[in-house]
């Protein structure tokens, strides 16, 4: 897909998830990795109301090269893509159910919500919690691109998840999933679950390559 296929797409992509709910306001932000860069949703974007000639053009080394100045929260995708050749783009949403997930004490810091369904399973994996940094610490990027190289996934504590795919669909389809579970999460606390054993997710990961 051409770049200017990508910047199309990613503002039907954004209006999508805003009219659905899973971003507010100016939260959230999209990118998409190119030939010579990527390109990344502007500071201040509405995801709701992108103009592809606006959005933000990187190079590899996040130096912005045309468009408007480039969301606060590059160095996450940056961190992300240093640490994932496989991304071929990265979704950070502050949607409702995985940001009250990411505010939740007493969390597995190594996996925050368990194995409750298979395509959990198969689009996210393991989901790492990141400690608290307040918003544009520089620090994060190193939390991220620690982890990233294993997970295509992380929940940022009290803020929300970040999740990278091949394709910018797989990155909106894995966090969509990632939204859900966190709903049927919450919607268990009390409760005693069935999780899948680990034979269950051993078989997913070999009839499915997640």
Known sequence: MNESLL???????????????????????????????????PTN??????????ISKMDDNGTLLSGDAPSKEAFLHRAMYDARSQAGAIVHLHS????????MSNLDHHSCIPPLTPYFVMKIGQL??????RPGDPDLAGAIHGL?????AVLLANHGPVVSGKTLE???????????????????????????TEEQIAELHTLFKS
Not at 45 to 54: I, K, M, N
Request: contains cysteine.
């Open 7 to 41: 910047r199309e797409h990613i503002c039907i992509l954004g209006a999508s998830l805003y009219q659905r709910g899973l971003t507010a306001g100016s939260s959230g932000n999209i990118s998409v990795r190119t030939d010579d860069g990527w390109l990344l949703t």
């Open 45 to 54: 974007s509405c995801l709701g109301t992108l103009d592809p000639a606006r």
């Open 96 to 103: 409702t159910h995985s940001a009250a997930v990411s505010c």
């Open 128 to 133: 790492p919690l990141i400690p608290y940094h």
């Open 148 to 152: 990233a190289a294993k997970h295509s």
């Open 170 to 196: 797989a990155a909106v389809y894995a966090i969509e999933e990632l939204e859900e579970t966190a709903k049927l999460f919450l919607l268990l606390q009390g409760h005693n679950p069935r999780v899948l």
